[in-house]
């Protein structure tokens, strides 16, 4: 037989075949594209690929919602089979791994009992693979909208973003027990960053007390901000939760008035994982804790 008369024998991506299913399992492109923590262009665009290849088109789109034709129906069950058999190649590959979730929190969510809680999950769920990164909400946010986190809890001003779910957050005004400095003139203040939470808030409200004010220390670390307040370096806005015996709290005695402007947020697809959802409802229990 002639390399012409060899039959065309398509290699088919698992990515457009995942692509494919999710869309016709969530009825939406739009869907489908934050449960693949993906774009809806990119999505799209898997689709038509694969279209192309297969020389059909697959998905009705004529509707609001999104239905297989008849042969994208006989694709979704082949594609289904390959997507199982790749998972389950996967997983003997692994070591028993079935499941990675991935974790974004804050600094000061990255200890205590929330960890405690996390690490109780893995031991009841050996097959899970948690893997947590801490840092700052804004770029826990960003990396969760650019699809490489599964699931986040964040710090936010109320209601800027829906979440699926949120709890009010208590922040006070955080000085030194040992070498208090809010009798200061400037007061000097210990910040986050340039367009960190709280600090404008901080600046605004000194200001409102008619006083006036410095940047004593500036750091992304929450351990940073923590230490610079404890040594005498300035005051700060912090969550309640990070109060230590070398902090003493601010209040309306010193003129200050409560803000209440912020909120911890938690964030995943609509169509989470099980296991995502799970993990989720942990964060839940123990913002509602702390709040109680």
Not at 167 to 192: G, H, K, M, N
Request: glycine share 6%; with cysteine; hydrophobic share 40%.
């Amino acid at each position: 037989m002639t390399d012409t008369a060899k039959p065309n024998r398509a290699i088919y991506d698992l990515d457009m075949l995942r692509a494919v299913v999710m869309v016709a399992d969530c009825g939406s492109f739009t869907t489908a594209a934050a449960r693949l923590h993906s774009t809806q262009s990119t999505v799209s665009q898997k689709v038509r690929r694969l279209e192309e290849m297969v020389g059909h088109q697959l998905l009705d789109r004529s509707n609001r919602e999104v239905h297989p034709t008849d042969a994208g129906e006989t694709l979704l069950g082949y594609a289904r089979h390959l997507l199982a058999v790749s998972n389950q190649l996967s997983e003997a590959l692994s070591g028993g791994v079935t499941v990675t979730v991935r974790i974004g929190l804050p600094d000061d969510f990255v200890a205590g009992k929330t960890m405690q809680a996390l690490a109780a999950f893995n031991r009841r769920n050996p097959k899970v693979k948690l893997e947590i990164t801490g840092g700052l909400s804004r770029d826990l946010m960003s990396a969760y909208d650019r699809g490489e986190l599964d699931l986040v809890l964040v710090k936010q001003r109320r209601h800027s973003r829906e979440a699926n779910a949120c709890q009010p957050e208590r922040i006070e005004w955080f000085d030194s027990a040992q070498y208090p400095c809010f009798a200061q003139d400037p007061i000097p203040l210990v910040t986050f960053p340039p367009r960190g939470l709280y600090r404008d808030d901080m600046i605004n409200a000194i200001e409102a007390m008619g006083r006036s004010w410095r940047i004593g220390f500036t750091s992304s670390s929450l351990a940073g901000i923590q230490e610079a307040v404890a040594n005498g370096l300035g005051v700060s806005l912090l969550p309640l939760r990070v109060v230590t015996p070398e902090h003493r709290i601010l209040g309306a005695k010193e003129g200050f008035k409560p803000i209440k402007v912020f909120e911890a947020a938690i964030f995943h697809g609509p169509t989470a994982d099980p296991v995502v959802q799970e993990l989720a409802d942990i964060l839940i229990a123990i913002l509602k804790a702390e709040a109680e």
